[in-house]
């Protein structure tokens, strides 16, 4: 999955600025069900889609430089209630969400069924 990494490296900032993330998410990914159901694949795919234009204003606030701390802060905690919100109209936690990132970045069969879902939903 080629988009995944992108992703999840701004929602990972974004959900460890607030603590709600996992310190370490490599710990938890045996929490990872091998088998994810449809449906929740399809919540899955739906918020990677969702986040994915709240990730790219994220990471445009992150590397505007004529932004200083408070002003970076205050956008990015706006994006941060954004994705949480996505995630939650998809019934998935941030963690849960962050685990199945993972999964789709290391277990390959995983990331081609994700890839598969996301083109589907097109």
């Excluded at 998809?90 to 999964?103: A, D």
Aim: hydrophobic share 40%; charged share 25%; net charge positive.
């Amino acid at each position: 999955m080629k988009k995944a990494p992108y992703i999840a490296a701004v929602t990972m900032l974004l959900l460890l600025g607030t603590g709600t993330a996992l310190a370490n998410t490599s710990a938890v990914v045996s929490g990872v069900p091998s088998k994810v159901n449809h449906q929740e694949m399809q919540n899955f795919t739906k918020s990677i889609k969702k986040i994915e234009p709240i990730d790219a204003k994220a990471h445009a606030v992150l590397t505007n430089d004529s932004l200083d701390s408070a002003a970076k802060h205050q956008k990015l905690a706006v994006y941060n209630k954004q994705i949480k919100d996505v995630l939650a109209d998809n019934h998935l936690t941030p963690e849960r969400y962050e685990m199945l990132l993972h999964k789709a970045e290391t277990d390959r069969a995983f990331a081609q069924r994700t890839e598969k879902a996301l083109h589907a939903e097109n």
